[in-house]
């Protein structure tokens, strides 16, 4: 026998999730009416109120907060459930669903992938980009098995998602050969220097903030730009020196005239990349493997 209409307490889930029930009302696509009867005959058949009103909101008694509690177990399992029949949904290939972050060096994402590609050549990989609020959203729904963030936000330990540092590479002023020779001195000759930054959102745009700061510098900003790629291609061009993760240095074609400006080897801006991953009952095949093994070092 079923213990309770589980309709009532997926429409209850998601009044307490939305926190209001005309937003529930757009997402179920019920009337507010027949939704509000449906949360009333659930509450009288727990015998109980699971929502108090303060100024027009929504709030959540304690017993609501418990309910809550045991009807998120519920409903993420569910969404696992699908999730784990969707791994393998490519004629018997593994797939896996991989979101990143805006600022995550596309190095870093290629090396992940063929990474991937040697301990499971046949997986079928998806990769989405997205800004750190829906990807911790697609970890949360199960749409994710996995994320890249270059930052970590403290709700995350409250959402159950674990974060573990993969990487933590120097970040190096970089120029094309033919202006390196006019900046040997570094952070001295950066006074003045045309500099290309990341932009603001970045962890690295901050550090590189502080380093200005800390050495009185004050270069002539060229510009603020969110992808990496097109900064090392302006480098390349000419066009100013840039901070640029050693990683993606390194990885460069050996012929490109890229040349780090300082070689004392006194890091002290470090590009961070975070593994996200949520905690599940049973986790993604691959993905204990790359927690396990997976690392970026320079």
């Known amino acids: 026998?079923?213990?309770?209409?589980?309709?009532?307490?997926?429409?209850?889930?998601?009044?307490?999730?939305?926190?209001?029930?005309?937003?529930?009302?757009?997402?179920?696509?019920?009337?507010?009416?027949?939704?509000?009867?449906?949360?009333?005959?659930?509450?009288?058949?727990?015998?109980?109120?699971?929502?108090?009103?303060?100024?027009?909101?929504?709030?959540?008694?304690?017993?609501?907060?418990?309910?809550?509690?045991?009807?998120?177990?519920?409903?993420?399992?569910?969404?696992?459930?699908?999730?784990?029949?969707?791994?393998?949904?490519?004629?018997?290939?593994m797939k896996i669903q991989i979101g990143i972050s805006h600022h995550v060096p596309r190095s870093v994402i290629n090396a992940l992938l063929k990474f991937l590609l040697e301990i499971e050549p046949e997986v079928y990989i998806s990769l989405h980009e997205d800004n750190a609020e829906l990807l911790s959203e697609g970890l949360k729904t199960h749409q994710l098995d996995l994320a890249l963030s270059d930052s970590i936000v403290q709700t995350y330990a409250e959402e159950d998602i674990e974060c573990q540092l993969i990487a933590k590479i120097p970040v190096v002023f970089c120029a094309h050969s033919s202006l390196a020779k006019k900046f040997k001195k570094i952070p001295k000759d950066l006074n003045g220097a045309p500099v290309i930054l990341p932009t603001a959102h970045s962890q690295v745009y901050m550090a590189i903030q502080d380093y200005f700061v800390s050495h009185k510098i004050k270069p002539k900003i060229v510009g603020e730009i969110q992808e990496l790629e097109i900064i090392r291609r302006l480098v390349l061009s000419g066009v100013g020196i840039a901070p640029l993760n050693k990683f993606t240095v390194l990885q460069a074609p050996g012929k490109e005239s890229l040349v780090i400006l300082d070689k004392t080897g006194k890091d002290s801006i470090f590009d961070k990349v975070y593994l996200l991953t949520k905690t599940r009952k049973k986790k993604h095949p691959l993905v204990p493997k790359i927690i396990d093994q997976f690392r970026i070092s320079v």
């Open 1 to 93: 026998m079923i213990p309770f209409n589980y309709h009532h307490l997926y429409y209850f889930y998601t009044i307490a999730k939305l926190g209001s029930i005309s937003k529930a009302c757009d997402k179920i696509h019920l009337c507010q009416p027949t939704l509000s009867a449906q949360l009333k005959q659930f509450e009288n058949y727990l015998k109980v109120k699971l929502f108090e009103r303060e100024n027009k909101k929504l709030i959540l008694t304690e017993e609501g907060r418990r309910v809550l509690f045991y009807a998120t177990e519920i409903f993420d399992v569910g969404n696992e459930m699908i999730d784990n029949l969707r791994d393998i949904s490519q004629k018997g290939r």
